[in-house]
Each structure stands twice: as structure tokens, then as C-alpha cells.
Nanobody, 115 residues
Framework: QVQLVESGGGSVQPGGSLRLSCTATGIMLSEYTMHWYRQSPGNQRELIAN???????NYLDSVKGRFTLSRDNEKNTMYLQMNNLKPEDTAVYYC?????????WGQGTLVTVSS
């Protein structure tokens, strides 16, 4: 079974940090371009970061310098380290990839940034 599972969400105060994880089963993350999206209430899902099979990364401008995407090939897990979190980062975060023309999504993990 091919599956993506996110974890690591929670509630933090502004300026805090969280690390999200996305673990894959049935595929090797390192062979695919992997994406992190987020969706806040009333808004469309937006792409915030991706990592290519060669390890190169891209970030949405609003998270650049605060979020870092990495990958542990042995654990088949992708991480999103989020620092200096802001209230506007509050959203459900999803990992995603395209596998055999199929759009794969995890179940999402909720991040709430509030004082």
C-alpha cells in the first residue's frame, strides 16, 4: 500500500518552532519530488516547499529563511523544520507527491500558532 503519513503538528506561541514529518510506505521518497502544502480556513491549499530527488529545495517567499525541508532516506521520511512561527502559519499541513500519475496526499497535520 502506497501511503504518506504526516505527524508533528501542534499548538505553539508566535516565535516557536515545530518539526513536521512525512513518512512514506510503498515508495522511496528519494526517487520523487516531494511537496509540502498548507491550507488555512477559507483559503486554497498552497504549495510552501518542495524537495527534488537530487536534494534541491524550493520555498514560498513567506516561509523562506524560517522553514527548512530535509529528507532522511534511511527512514524514508521528509521533515519540515519550522522556526519563528507566525499566526499566519496556522493551517493544516500536507505532504504530497505524484506517483504513477496519481496525486498522493497524507491526512494532514494541524499547526496552530497563537498566543
Amino acid at each position: 500500500q502506497v501511503q504518506l503519513v504526516e505527524s508533528g503538528g501542534g499548538s505553539v506561541q508566535p516565535g516557536g518552532s515545530l518539526r513536521l514529518s512525512c513518512t512514506a510506505t510503498g515508495i522511496m521518497l528519494s526517487e520523487y519530488t516531494m511537496h509540502w502544502y498548507r491550507q488555512s480556513p477559507g483559503n486554497q491549499r498552497e504549495l510552501i516547499a518542495n524537495i527534488f530527488s537530487d536534494g534541491a529545495t524550493n520555498y514560498l517567499d513567506s516561509v523562506k529563511g524560517r522553514f527548512t525541508l530535509s529528507r532522511d532516506n534511511e527512514k524514508n521520511t521528509m521533515y519540515l523544520q519550522m522556526n519563528n512561527l507566525k499566526p499566519e502559519d496556522t493551517a493544516v499541513y500536507y505532504c504530497n507527491t505524484v506517483w504513477r500519475t496519481r496525486d498522493l496526499w497524507g491526512q494532514g497535520t494541524l499547526v496552530t500558532v497563537s498566543s
